[in-house]
């Protein structure tokens, strides 16, 4: 799939604002410190249309970005980060339960870890509810780069145990690696070329 267009178009702080377009939607989902801003900016080979932080948790919105006047990219609030308050934590919680749960357009959950650690319980939860649901998801192993190749095939034999009856795709922001697998299972799932 070739990206030709990719647009923010809005932030969502409640159900009524969520965008209602029929078009296929796309969810990404992790960790405050996982790196969903730069995997959808190096997806899109945009520097900065999602923003990145060095302050994680600063997402606090459902945020859409249109693709290929096509299909949304939609990255949700952040989770486990412990620095914001209980009920800010539970408010993004409900707030992306509610959209995973509801959302009638959504085709396919991309769900971030960071590769160089062993998957948080907050991690395995969010699995065990998007396979609980059937929901379509993927796993994607973010920071790839970061480790050796023999260090990289075992925490993926890792994750494949924790984080069971989930395609699980080693990524690189900074390289690209595993851009084009990523790519391909959003394209399957949202019927786009």
């Known amino acids: 799939m070739k990206i030709t267009s990719a647009e ?13 377009s029929g078009l296929p939607e796309v969810a990404f ?33 459902i945020n859409y970005f249109l693709i290929n006047n096509g299909f949304y990219f939609v990255d949700l609030p952040g989770y486990g980060y412990a620095k914001v308050s209980k ?30 650690h062993a998957p948080t319980k907050l991690d395995i939860q969010l699995n065990e509810w998007l396979n609980f649901r059937a929901k379509p998801h993927i796993v994607v192993a973010t920071k790839s780069d970061k ?8 925490q993926l034999r890792e994750l494949e145990v924790v984080l069971p009856a989930a395609k699980i795709i080693a990524y690189s922001s900074e390289s690209g690696m595993g851009r084009e697998k990523v790519l391909s299972s959003i394209s399957s799932a949202a019927n786009a070329e």
């Open 8 to 20: 923010f178009i809005k932030s969502a702080f409640k159900r009524e604002h969520w965008v209602d």
């Open 87 to 116: 009920s800010m934590r539970a408010d993004w919680g409900k707030m992306a339960e509610d959209y995973l749960s509801q959302s009638g357009s959504l085709v396919l959950c991309v769900q971030l870890v960071d590769v160089r």
């Open 147 to 154: 480790l050796s190749r023999l260090q990289l095939q075992k």
């Open 29 to 61: 989902l992790g960790r405050s410190n996982v790196g969903k801003s730069s995997l959808i900016n190096s997806l899109l080979m945009r520097k900065s249309l999602a923003r990145t932080s060095n302050t994680p948790g600063r997402t606090q919105s």
